[in-house]
């Protein structure tokens, strides 16, 4: 039983609640619900993710979907086919199939005696996705949908690719799923069939990696899932949520703007995580926000949230460069529509090392750079969790392997909100390249905070699906949307655009070493200039964080440390440990189920050689209750030639000293255009 006297229900909690799906798998949930639901039904609140209810998402499902529970609604949180208590094997991400099993899920909830027949989605990342997806297919069940940190462009804005050059995150998240798919079900729950459905996953969840990088262009792989594919397919309500601090801001600025169904957009300073409980704060009472959300589309009740704003975001202000903020300053800020009227771009013409003010022409010289491969070595995470330090630093430590470009210094603030554009007439003695942008305040000490940036791949410059090698020292007029945001940059500061070749450890470098040259007098910034709105001062002010109560867990064996970032400039590595040296966590309410996992990542590239670029690495995962102990070895290595990209992994399993499952890979990819 969970209660908190301010719930205006009492709860009861249904674990391993199995879904029968048509082809005879089961799938697992968890469900809470009012006490009371059979006799007076509720609509109920969907999750629907692959990182295993029992341990991996725990403390934040005991936060979430209590409180929903409590204020009159059914939160479901049931794992993917192939993870957790689920049957079967997980092949892929945003598979048809999935889809598929979430359609049978609506339909198997709102045919409960609990439930009203109303259901809603909600979900970060993975679930932020599939939401979107699902409500493309327009189930009759499902009446709205919360969507966080997610994307409508599989290409375009997710960990595969950015302007078309190849995130490392494409690798680095791959290599988090290839452990997660080898994780054990809970004997628990599933029983003496355990070992056979792990048998299942270890045997049958393949190499996701290799499909992953053969395919380089924007074919169906990325199109399927991608709701940018047609818009209209979305009916039902869609609330979009995000943070400046996240890599799926993007999105939410397009939906809005393309989309036709009821939407609002909500954007704070938050990085990778449910705005309740998300850094950099201040954080927002969330859950309240997301039930004037549901009384409206799942119980009829008028709430107002429709008649506010359509997107409301962090106007971001000054802070000096940190990798980690605990709080970001700053003032919300709104628009009625997007795309808004009110904000017009302003041209910034690039000089010679400086960017030139409105109105002016300056004139027209080439410049050239062939930045260092280390550049990007302060850039942060393309995924930042806000939790670690994973965000961009000081950006003095790029400016040598730069193109800098800076405005005078500002006499009056300067604000902005939507997507800089940078437009080049550029060139580059290579038949592939591709130019880094970085947007940046540079403060009245000198110091750098970089607040945007964006890449693209030249050979992608006339779309990512055909694409054309450049013709070495050819002048090409190209344009590059950085990354939306919100920002004030204070009087006694200058704006600054940086340009290099090279922006590692966040896209794979060139085949070869790259000479840009930027033509000035005929590229410029257009900055999308957002006037002051007196409504701003009248928006309602967010409720306070609120949680359901946190789960009781203990931990067996503490973490070393939570994270560490460590800088090598001389030798061009970045060195991530994440909960190194593998904490174990105990969950009584599961019988004392313990958990722990560690992850070292380590990319290395020379200054002056892009073909040493590598990425190592390496999770551990554990599980267990008495003398049941399961361990996860899983590895990953990344190099590349200047025609292949090579992925070599190793996958070991244990059942306690005992190795169960040891298998290798070893692939050997075609470049195409990267």
């Not at 092949?91 to 359609?103: H, V």
């Not at 439930?115 to 009759?140: E, H, Y």
């Amino acid at each position: 039983m969970i209660y908190r006297s301010d719930f205006p229900h009492k709860i009861k909690v249904l674990h391993h609640v199995r879904i029968p799906l048509k082809d005879g798998v089961t799938l697992s949930a968890t469900i809470w619900l009012p006490e009371d639901a059979e006799k007076n039904p509720v609509p109920a609140i969907l999750e629907y993710l692959p990182y295993r209810k029992r341990d991996g998402t725990t403390e934040r499902d005991a936060l979430n979907h209590p409180y929903f529970a409590g204020h009159g609604y059914a939160g479901v949180r049931v794992d993917i086919r192939g993870s957790g208590e689920s049957e079967g094997v997980l092949k892929g991400e945003y598979l048809k199939s999935e889809q598929d099993d979430c359609l049978e899920i609506l339909a198997w909830l709102a045919a409960q005696k609990w439930c009203t027949g109303d259901v809603g989605m909600i979900g970060i990342s993975w679930g932020g996705f599939n939401g979107l997806q699902v409500a493309a297919r327009r189930p009759k069940e499902l009446k709205a949908v919360i969507s966080l940190c997610s994307t409508d462009d599989r290409y375009a804005d997710d960990i595969h690719f950015m302007g078309g050059c190849l995130l490392v995150d494409k690798l680095n998240w791959g290599s988090t799923m290839f452990a997660y798919n080898a994780a054990p079900p809970d004997p628990a729950l599933v029983g003496d069939k355990w070992r056979e459905m792990w048998k299942q996953r270890l045997e049958g969840s393949g190499f996701w990696l290799e499909e992953w990088h053969r395919t380089q262009r924007r074919t169906d792989l990325y199109k399927h899932g991608s709701i940018a594919e047609d818009y209209g397919a979305v009916e039902c309500p869609v609330y979009l949520v995000g943070g400046w601090a996240d890599g799926y801001t993007n999105p939410i600025f397009r939906m809005l703007e393309n989309l036709s169904c009821p939407r609002k957009g909500l954007i704070g300073p938050w990085a990778h995580k449910y705005p309740n409980f998300a850094y950099p704060g201040p954080r927002i009472g969330f859950l309240q926000e997301c039930l004037r959300w549901w009384d409206k589309w799942l119980k009829g009740k008028e709430t107002g949230i429709m008649d506010e704003p359509m997107l409301r975001v962090w106007m971001q202000d000054t802070v000096p460069p940190q990798p980690k903020y605990d709080e970001r300053p700053g003032r919300w800020v709104a628009e009625d529509t997007w795309p808004s009227a009110r904000i017009k771009p302003t041209i910034y013409p690039l000089a010679k090392g400086a960017l030139a003010s409105p109105g002016t022409k300056p004139a027209v010289e080439p410049l050239t750079i062939c930045s260092p491969q280390t550049v990007g070595l302060a850039a942060g995470a393309w995924c930042p969790y806000g939790l670690a330090p994973d965000q961009a630093i000081d950006q003095r430590i790029e400016a040598g392997g730069s193109l800098t470009f800076d405005t005078e210094i500002l006499k009056e603030p300067l604000e902005f909100v939507g997507a800089p554009v940078i437009r080049l007439k550029i060139a580059a003695d290579k038949p592939d390249a591709f130019v880094a942008v970085t947007l940046s305040e540079v403060l009245p000490d000198g110091a750098v905070t970089r607040f945007s940036y964006g890449l693209l791949n030249l050979t992608h410059r006339n779309g990512h699906e055909k694409l054309e090698k450049l013709e070495p020292g050819k002048a090409y007029e190209i344009a590059i949307k950085l990354n939306v945001c919100a920002q004030k940059l204070g009087v006694g500061s200058r704006l600054r655009v940086a340009i290099s070749s090279s922006y590692w450890p966040i896209v794979w470098p060139s085949p070869e070493k790259v000479t840009l040259t930027i033509f000035t007098g005929e590229s410029g910034l257009e900055l999308p200039i957002r006037p002051t709105r007196a409504e701003d001062a009248r928006l309602p002010a967010f409720a306070p964080a609120e949680n359901a109560p946190p789960f009781a867990s203990r931990q067996i064996r503490p973490d070393n440390d939570h994270a560490r970032v460590t800088l090598d400039h001389h030798t061009g590595t970045v060195t991530v440990d994440e909960l190194d040296g593998g904490g174990l966590t105990s969950i009584p309410e599961f019988d004392n189920w313990e958990y722990g996992a560690s992850t070292h990542k380590t990319y290395t590239i020379k200054p002056a050689d892009p073909l040493s670029a590598k990425a190592d690495i390496v999770w551990k995962k554990e599980f267990g209750r008495g003398d049941f102990r399961i361990n996860i070895d899983a590895r990953t290595h990344m190099s590349v030639t200047r025609e292949h990209f090579r992925l070599k992994a190793t996958l070991d399993a244990y059942e306690g000293d005992v190795r169960v499952f040891s298998k290798e890979w070893d692939c050997l990819i075609p470049r195409d255009h990267v």
